[in-house]
């Protein structure tokens, strides 16, 4: 049975001073799913989360979390935590008592356990007394981190979680979000230009670019889905090298073969196309083949390929 979707957006369209930023954008997110969001600068990712957030209206279509909109409704809201690029932390208050300042506001049982426990998770329990003014970008990530996780949502919306945070701290923010989604079937809706992050922690992505979703599907779907297919290939003689590239461009299936500084023949190939002619080419021509076998494709790869080479 298919339950209702946890975040829909149903024909959502929306422009700044007469700039149309999204375009019929439609998708929906089942409880417990990690959803990855998507595409290049300026691309409309923060304006969907705003829009779903209830922070600004539409000019067309509908946001709903839990089947409402959050703009009119509290309850629905209370049970959301976000992470945005403004944390709204004080600076004078140290980390801690910005934390008790929030679980108040949200009615937090045992507020000072809570407070300590989401200070430990992100890393910053040691730097609990210190101003939050004093602290650096990654840090007040961090603390927003800690704070949007405060009250146990039951959805997450995560803008840009590891922007600014050095390795380690960028690895304990993956692990968490993994966590919180099995361990407390949170749901999460994630911004990020990192796609080896999406790639790790996410279950669906939607790649959003020129106003409308390009692509959506789970991330092995993407994929498998959107990328050409490229054949490896080691000779065992390398001065047949410049022959086997002509006997290679006229093998049906192939889109372009050439040689790579990494010593190898890359082959394209064509949606589907198999290995087994390029070798029969190869081997009839009296070419010796010592390898081969098809490069593993990235979440990356078949981002530049929808998005044609627009870089995050
Ligand atoms: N309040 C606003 N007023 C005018 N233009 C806006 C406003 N908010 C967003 N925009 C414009 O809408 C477009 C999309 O911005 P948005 O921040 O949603 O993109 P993004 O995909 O999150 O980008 P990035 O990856 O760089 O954070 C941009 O051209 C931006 O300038």
Same mark, same amino acid.
């Given at each position: ?5 946890? &975040? ?12 149309? +930023?999204?375009?019929? +954008? ?19 990712? /923060?304006?969907?989360?705003?829009? !779903?957030?209830?922070? &600004? ?7 709903? +979390? ?19 690029? *403004? ?30 426990? %989401? ?12 101003? +939050? ?22 959805? !997450?919306? !995560?803008?840009?979680? /590891? ?7 960028? *690895?304990?923010?993956?692990?968490? &979000? ?30 959003? *670019? ?8 789970? %991330?092995?779907?993407?994929?498998? @889905? ?17 022959? =086997?590239?002509?006997?290679?461009? /006229? ?5 372009? =073969? ?18 087994? @002619? ?35």
């Amino acid at each position: 049975m298919v339950s209702d979707p946890v &975040i829909e957006a149903r024909n959502l369209s929306r422009s700044f001073d007469g700039h149309l +930023v999204l375009d019929q +954008v439609s998708f929906s997110i089942q409880s417990g799913e990690i959803f990855g969001f998507l595409g290049p600068n300026g691309a409309g990712k /923060t304006t969907t989360m705003r829009l !779903l957030l209830g922070l &600004i209206r539409p000019d067309r279509g509908e946001a709903t +979390v839990f089947g409402v909109s959050l703009a009119e409704h509290d309850r629905e809201r209370r049970r959301v935590g976000v992470l945005l690029e *403004q944390n709204g932390m004080t600076d004078r208050l140290s980390a801690e008592r910005n934390l008790r300042y929030y679980a108040g506001l949200y009615s937090v049982p045992n507020p000072a356990q809570r407070v300590e426990e %989401v200070l430990s998770l992100v890393g910053l329990l040691d730097r609990r007394s210190d101003l +939050v003014g004093t602290f650096s970008t990654g840090m007040r990530r961090s603390l927003g981190l800690a704070r949007a996780i405060l009250h146990h949502p039951a959805v !997450l919306f !995560l803008d840009e979680p /590891t922007s600014g945070l050095d390795p380690g701290a960028q *690895q304990r923010v993956r692990e968490l &979000i993994r966590t919180l989604s099995v361990e407390e079937s949170m749901t999460v809706f994630l911004n990020s230009h990192h796609l080896d992050e999406v790639e790790r922690v996410c279950s669906r992505v939607a790649i959003l *670019q020129d106003q409308r979703i390009r692509a959506i599907d789970t %991330v092995e779907g993407i994929r498998r @889905g959107h990328q050409q297919r490229v054949f490896l290939i080691v000779l065992s003689r390398r001065e047949q090298t410049v022959a =086997a590239v002509e006997v290679l461009r /006229t093998c049906p299936g192939v889109v372009e =073969a050439r040689l790579e500084e990494d010593g190898m023949m890359h082959v394209t190939l064509q949606g589907t196309s198999g290995s087994a @002619g390029l070798l029969g080419c190869l081997v009839h021509a009296g070419i010796q083949v010592e390898e081969g076998y098809f490069k593993r494709e990235s979440l990356e790869d078949a981002y530049l390929a929808v998005t044609g080479g627009d870089k995050t």
